[in-house]
């Protein structure tokens, strides 16, 4: 097991999967223009190294993340260094955070407690599976600051996730999701104790990895397509797609004779 201990961010490899911590605890995680460097690097590699098949997102401390630092935030783009994105600063170069975390192959699991606002919210839109403590309180931050609410891929996940009309009502007056009515509007998975995230994650872990990892790439990429797809044409040609390539592996074969057998398969990822 090797640990990356960055200026904002730790990085476990545990295997195949990667154990990413914001870690900035006494500004409850807030995110600043190296946090954003950090998580933009990080993700962009992401994309091509095949030994990591899942991430597990979380906050140190007592919160996910607060969102923006304002401290940090609040300075003109001519007093800080970070670099800038796509021609609309730093605006656009945290923007691709959630991009790439959309188009890594790995499903991202976040585990949430405390506060996640903001652009800390969109972290936990912009992942795949969600868990949340009691605790967890999640709001899209930007319009009580005097910015619309349509920000960090909010306004493309939020709808998509728990349907216009609540994503609408929370958007326009910016008000807290706690836990138990994110369970009940599916955006969480499941609620538990305030020590209980790793252990509730562990089960959904375990059959990811128990899937070959071809088909775990292709179904994360096939369902980010087919959610917008123009018809059912369409999505189906997305799964026709995967599910000739996943036929040609030798781990198909695999998974046929295990299942067959009655035994766990062993993949190789060919």
Known sequence: METETLETIEIRHDGPIDWLTLNRPESLNAIDGQMAKEMRDYFWHLQDYAKTRIVVLQGAGSS?????????????????????????????????????????????????????????????????????????RMNAAFIKVGLSACDMGTSYFLPRLVGTNVAAELMLTGRFLDAQRALATGLVSEVVPEDGLVAAAQPYLDEMLATSPMGLRLTKEGLNMAIDAPNLEAAMAIENRNQLMCAKTKDFQEGMTAFIEKRPPVYQDR
């Open 64 to 136: 996910f993340c607060a969102g923006l630092d304002l401290k940090w935030g609040g300075r003109p783009d001519s007093e800080r260094s970070e670099p800038v994105g796509r021609g609309f600063g730093f605006q656009g170069f945290l923007a691709d955070v959630y991009v790439l975390m959309r188009r890594c192959p790995q499903p991202i699991v976040s585990l949430v407690q405390g506060s996640a606002c903001g652009g800390g919210f969109a972290f936990v839109l912009a992942s795949d599976i969600r868990i949340a403590t009691e605790s967890a």
